[in-house]
Nanobody, 128 residues
Framework: QVQLVESGGGLVRAGDSVRLSCAASGRTFGDYPMGWFRQAPGKERECVAAINWSGGSTYYADSVKGRFTISRDNARNTMYLQMSSLKPGDTAVYYC?????????????????????WGQGTQVTVSS
């Protein structure tokens, strides 16, 4: 069974930076593409960033491109989301997610339905 645990959220001010971490356990971390999603109140969960198994291919939603950076350290079984120049519109619960099947290609996944494992989420609140 795969477990994903996010950490690093909190209350920050507009313009601040925050780094989220997602610690994984239960299987070989490095074989699986992963992603970061967020869900704001009253809105659907959306993919903000995704990464392939090695970290060599990444995806960013237009709303965060240039401000967020996704990365992973397979030796530490951890994925990160570095968020900079935060805006009130970034306020949401942030979730990390992992694909169920091993995929050592350059491909990343951006649809909710692609993901089999989810963390419990961490709240990020950006005040103006």
């Amino acid at each position: 069974q795969v477990q994903l645990v996010e950490s690093g959220g909190g209350l920050v001010r507009a313009g601040d930076s925050v780094r989220l971490s997602c610690a994984a356990s239960g299987r070989t971390f490095g074989d699986y593409p992963m992603g970061w999603f967020r869900q704001a109140p009253g809105k659907e969960r959306e993919c903000v960033a995704a990464i392939n198994w090695s970290g060599g291919s990444t995806y960013y939603a237009d709303s965060v491109k240039g401000r967020f950076t996704i990365s992973r350290d397979n030796a530490r079984n951890t994925m990160y989301l570095q968020m900079s120049s935060l805006k009130p519109g970034d306020t949401a619960v942030y979730y990390c997610a992992a694909i169920g099947g091993a995929n050592r290609s350059g491909y990343f996944y951006t649809r909710l339905s692609d993901y089999d494992y989810w963390g419990q989420g961490t709240q990020v609140t950006v005040s103006s």
